[in-house]
């Protein structure tokens, strides 16, 4: 059918991650990494680095972990539509649940729709080893460029 998912992603894991190098620089001085992309999901980590904290202890900056929900869905869509430079966050919904303390943080992004002008998914934010010890939670949409 049509609408059936494809088997397997439309671009590996290293064709995003040297766009990111080449393209997002920032991504990796705020030590943000795509791990691995599948079919409709992406996995981005934030590598902990004590200059991304925020006042008060090693809880990480709010900032980096929308920027990390944010890599996470974009990796999403990737996944299906390839590489796509130019699509861009039309709205991010972050709940922060528990803080992120002194460790990497995981976000498993999730793309819910792909549609010809908007692609829509959702984020979980977690530490390595505790999926279901959720630190955060994001839907995030984006508007795809004309073609």
Do not use: C, W
Request: overall charge negative; cysteine-free; glycine content about 8%.
């Amino acid at each position: 059918m049509a609408n059936e998912p494809p088997i397997q992603p439309a671009v590996g894991i290293e064709e995003v991650r040297a766009f990111f190098v080449a393209e997002l620089p920032f991504t990796t001085e705020f030590g943000i990494v795509p791990e691995s992309i599948g079919v409709d999901e992406s996995l981005a980590r934030f590598i902990f680095n004590n200059r991304m904290i925020r006042p008060g202890g090693e809880i990480v900056a709010g900032p980096i972990l929308m920027a990390l929900a944010d890599t996470a869905v974009y990796v999403a869509i990737f996944s299906r539509a390839g590489i796509v430079p130019m699509a861009v966050t039309n709205d991010l919904k972050i709940t922060f649940l528990r803080p992120a303390i002194g460790r990497d943080v995981l976000a498993r992004g999730r793309l819910l729709k792909l549609g010809r002008r908007v692609a829509y998914g959702s984020v979980d934010l977690f530490h390595p080893g505790e999926p279901d010890r959720l630190l955060a939670h994001a839907t995030s949409s984006y508007v795809m460029p004309d073609e």
